[in-house]
């Protein structure tokens, strides 16, 4: 017997592979500090977790494929806040974010069509292109440019005639980069000019610094149902292990589509979205002292890394990660199997995520790996003391890697 193309060939996740080697180190009696997985530490809301817990039905029954009308309706009243009007009808909930994605990148493409994500991204759209037997187009951004978009000539480049749709995140998973006014509305022209789909992962809207505001591509004027836009709880309300995350779309085909991709799945989970609907009654007050608490965490990050000459960093604007890239490392992969392996100081290391695979070209992203700011300051402040001498003597063992300065 033999198993398919399809599972043979799906990414393994950056994120994730290393859990064996945390494990061991545990075992070694070595403290971890976990800076590759975007796990947040704040509080799930109460009101969520009452929600969940105060369920008064004795049944717990099949739920509508599209998701509970008081969490579509929830989900409407909390757009309106940014200025953004929708229809419930225009909302669809899924099982996470994740299968968001996945119905996203089946409604709008057929199989070895094409869908262009700009690189880094997050590494399970590669795993999600796969299931749906599509092909990513990769478009190189750079961290010297902070990750921003590249000049519309290169986006031009990438189109072929089985493109169907390029697909951004912002703010940005796995660089922090938030994308400028400016570059939503090249992204709504590129998408008209080519007739495609432009697709928005937007579940970290809530986290923007410094005083900046996310803009939505669902503000874009003219390419109202070009538009789709991935959302999630997971992290609005430190909610990941809830599964609740949305399709959003003004297209009716689009959407009537979609439903019958709910409807082969059922439904999604009826406790959470209960809990789902608590959280939305949240006022701003709420997410203004996660936000704060999420921009103190970046900056002692930031400040600690960019003292290291050797890295290339520039100030994430938003989302919680930060890709680093570091001279004197070549293989990521390496580097953080040794830091788990083979350093320790005063029996303290990190876990970080290499970030070759948060790329979709062959050998991108070996000098530069993946953290998440989603310690709180003390811990990230010892994590940044760790990590930085683990560097320091990683490269001190490769001299002929190391150029630092």
């Excluded at 292109?129 to 990750?147: I, Q, S």
């Excluded at 608490?293 to 990050?301: A, S």
């Amino acid at each position: 017997m033999k198993i398919s193309r399809r599972a043979t060939s799906i990414q393994e996740s950056p994120i994730r592979k290393l859990a064996p080697l945390a494990a061991a180190a545990r075992g070694r009696g070595v403290t971890i500090y976990h800076l590759n997985i975007g796990q947040p530490d704040v509080p799930t809301p109460p009101e969520f977790l009452r929600a969940v817990g105060s369920f008064p039905g004795k049944v717990l029954e099949y739920g509508p494929s599209d998701g509970l009308p008081e969490l579509r309706e929830a989900m409407v009243g909390y757009f309106e806040r940014f200025g953004i009007a929708l229809d419930p009808h225009e909302v669809l909930i899924t099982n996470g974010g994740s299968e968001a994605i996945l119905f996203a990148f089946n409604v709008v493409a057929d199989e070895g069509e094409e869908i262009i994500i700009p690189e880094p991204f997050y590494t399970n759209y590669n795993g999600y292109a796969e299931m749906a037997n599509l092909r990513v187009v990769p478009v190189r951004t750079r961290a010297e440019d902070g990750f921003h978009l590249p000049a519309d000539e290169a986006l031009d480049a990438a189109v072929t005639p089985r493109t169907r749709a390029i697909l951004v995140c912002s703010p940005n998973n796995p660089t922090g980069t938030v994308l400028a006014w400016d570059e939503l509305e090249r992204l709504a022209a590129f998408a008209a000019r080519h007739d495609i789909f432009l697709i928005a992962d937007e579940v970290y809207k809530e986290f923007t610094y410094d005083g900046r505001r996310h803009r939505s591509v669902l503000e874009l004027p003219g390419v109202r149902e070009r538009v789709i836009v991935v959302d999630s709880i997971s992290k609005r309300f430190s909610a990941c292990g809830a599964r609740v995350g949305a399709v959003i779309c003004r297209n009716p085909e689009v959407m009537s589509s979609v439903l019958k991709f709910g409807q082969a799945r059922l439904c999604p989970p009826t406790l959470e979205q209960l809990g789902a609907v608590a959280a939305y009654r949240l006022g701003e007050s709420y997410f203004e002292a996660v936000r704060a608490e999420y921009q103190r965490r970046r900056d002692v990050m930031y400040d600690a890394l960019t003292a290291d000459p050797g890295i290339v960093l520039k100030r994430p604007r938003g989302a919680f990660y930060m890709i680093v890239k570091m001279a004197g490392v070549e293989d990521s992969d390496d580097f953080a199997r040794w830091l788990l392996e083979d350093f320790s100081l005063a029996g303290d290391t990190v876990m970080v995520a290499p970030a070759g695979g948060f790329y979709a070209t062959p050998g991108a992203g070996r000098d530069e790996v993946r953290m998440a700011y989603v310690l709180e300051v003390g811990k990230l402040e010892r994590a940044m003391e760790v990590f930085l001498a683990g560097l320091e003597r990683y490269r001190a063992s490769r001299p002929a890697v190391a150029q630092v300065g």
